[in-house]
Each structure stands twice: as structure tokens, then as C-alpha cells.
């Protein structure tokens, strides 16, 4: 079933338009969402991350004209010879096109020179559990990079990786985090993720030396 969060206050401006799009290109294409209950259909999840740019300093909260990374979890294995599903292959197109800029009016509602879409993704994820996410992915459109900032640290955010939703608790949590150090602080980051912690030190000038554990 495809719930439908329109408006939703919570996210960026740019995902409600981005699953708005998506659920227009699902439904044009009769593609079938997965029944967990028999492990049938295609379409699984939806992950969608906000895009900044160089003009926002990365930052996507202050970025009207944000962009979406799009990942389709699908319900299937990934092809050893790289193929990609016509299914899929297909709503991915229509995903990308219809969210690249135009000289008219966009699904924003305005003149758009950036596009909605930054990149789509293919995560694969036939296993019959609750796991999210499969462990193979397949690049299909944009830019293989997405980068935002965090505490002054420039970080490189890959499909599938997890990212606070809200922005303005976050800086303050890296803020704490920083000034709780010592000068020239020697930081192991155990959980590292895709760096955020870690690197926003450095960025702070309180971290000397830092060693990341899980790096992404």
C-alpha cells in the first residue's frame, strides 16, 4: 500500500515533491508494491536524502532548490552481469526525466535550472525478513556523490546511509560534542558511520588527531 504524506512539515520541501513524482511514475507504470505477507510485487521501499549545493554551502535545510537522491528497494536479486530489470529500469527513466529541469513551469511549481532529481539508485532486497535494505546496489542516474555539511565538515553521504532529519538539533549536538573536548584532542570514533562526528571535530579545531571505525 502506498501511503500518501503530502505536505508532510517534518520533511524538506523537495521530498514531498520527490514522492510525489514517484508515486506518479509507480502508478503510470502499474508498478506493484511488495506484500510482505507472500513476498510478491516489486517495489519495496523508498529511501529519499536532501541534496544541497555548492550556493547552500551543502546544506540542504537552506537550500530552496534542493535536490533528492532517490533509492528504489527492489525485490529482486541483482543481475552478475549488470543488467537491470526492464521494470526497474524503466520507472527509474521516468523517474529522471521527469525530474530534470525544463523551460516551463516544474513539479515544483517553478522555474527549475537544478532539476528535483540528484541520482537514482537500485538497492536489491530479495530476502523474505524485515531488513531494509539488501546488500547490493546499482548507480542508474545523476551524480554518484552527495555531499552535505555537518559542523563545518564537508561529508560525502552514499545511498542507503542515515542522516538526522532534523538539521538544527544536530548542529547543536556537534557543538557539545566539540566543546566537551580538550585542546588538541585525540578522538576515536567507534561508530563512524559515514564521519560526521569525527570529521566535524576536526572541522572545529578541538581535534588533533582523529581514527574513524566503520568508515562507509
Known amino acids: 500500500m502506498i501511503t500518501d504524506l503530502d505536505n508532510c512539515r517534518v520533511q524538506h520541501p523537495c521530498i514531498n515533491a520527490a514522492m510525489q513524482?514517484?508515486?506518479?511514475?509507480?502508478?503510470?507504470?502499474?508498478?506493484?508494491?511488495?506484500?510482505?505477507?507472500?513476498?510478491?510485487?516489486?517495489?519495496?521501499?523508498?529511501?529519499?536524502?536532501?541534496?544541497?549545493?555548492?550556493?547552500?554551502?551543502?546544506?540542504a535545510q537552506q537550500d530552496a532548490?534542493?535536490?533528492?537522491?532517490?533509492?528504489?528497494?527492489?525485490?529482486?536479486?541483482?543481475s552478475q552481469a549488470g543488467d537491470v530489470p526492464s521494470r526497474l529500469a524503466q520507472l527509474a527513466e521516468n523517474i529522471?526525466?521527469?525530474?530534470?529541469?525544463?523551460?516551463?513551469?516544474?513539479?515544483?511549481g517553478m522555474a527549475d535550472q537544478k532539476g528535483l532529481i540528484h541520482s537514482v539508485w537500485a538497492n536489491y532486497q530479495p530476502a523474505r525478513d524485515?531488513?531494509?535494505?539488501?546488500?547490493?546496489?546499482?548507480?542508474?542516474?545523476?551524480?554518484?556523490?552527495?555531499?552535505?555539511?555537518?559542523?563545518?565538515?564537508?561529508?560525502?553521504?552514499?545511498?542507503?546511509?542515515?542522516?538526522?532529519?532534523?538539521?538544527?538539533?544536530?548542529?547543536?549536538?556537534?557543538?557539545?560534542?566539540?566543546?566537551s573536548l580538550p585542546p588538541a584532542a585525540s578522538v576515536a570514533d567507534l561508530h563512524a558511520g559515514v564521519g560526521t562526528i569525527g570529521l566535524s571535530l576536526i572541522a572545529s579545531g578541538r581535534c588533533s588527531a582523529l581514527r574513524l571505525f566503520l568508515l562507509w
Not at 542507503?160 to 538544527?168: D, E, K, P, T, Y
Open 21 to 59: 513524482l514517484v508515486r506518479e511514475a509507480v502508478q503510470g507504470l502499474g508498478i506493484c508494491p511488495y506484500n510482505e505477507a507472500i513476498g510478491t510485487g516489486e517495489l519495496r521501499y523508498l529511501q529519499l536524502t536532501a541534496a544541497g549545493s555548492e550556493f547552500s554551502s551543502w546544506q
Open 65 to 78: 532548490q534542493a535536490s533528492v537522491q532517490v533509492v528504489l528497494i527492489w525485490n529482486d536479486k541483482k
Open 96 to 108: 529522471w526525466k521527469i525530474g530534470q529541469p525544463s523551460a516551463g513551469t516544474t513539479q515544483r
Open 130 to 179: 524485515n531488513t531494509i535494505m539488501g546488500p547490493d546496489w546499482q548507480h542508474l542516474h545523476g551524480p554518484q556523490d552527495l555531499w552535505q555539511s555537518f559542523g563545518g565538515a564537508l561529508v560525502n553521504v552514499p545511498p542507503g546511509s542515515f542522516v538526522q532529519a532534523n538539521f538544527g538539533a544536530m548542529e547543536a549536538a556537534l557543538a557539545v560534542i566539540a566543546n
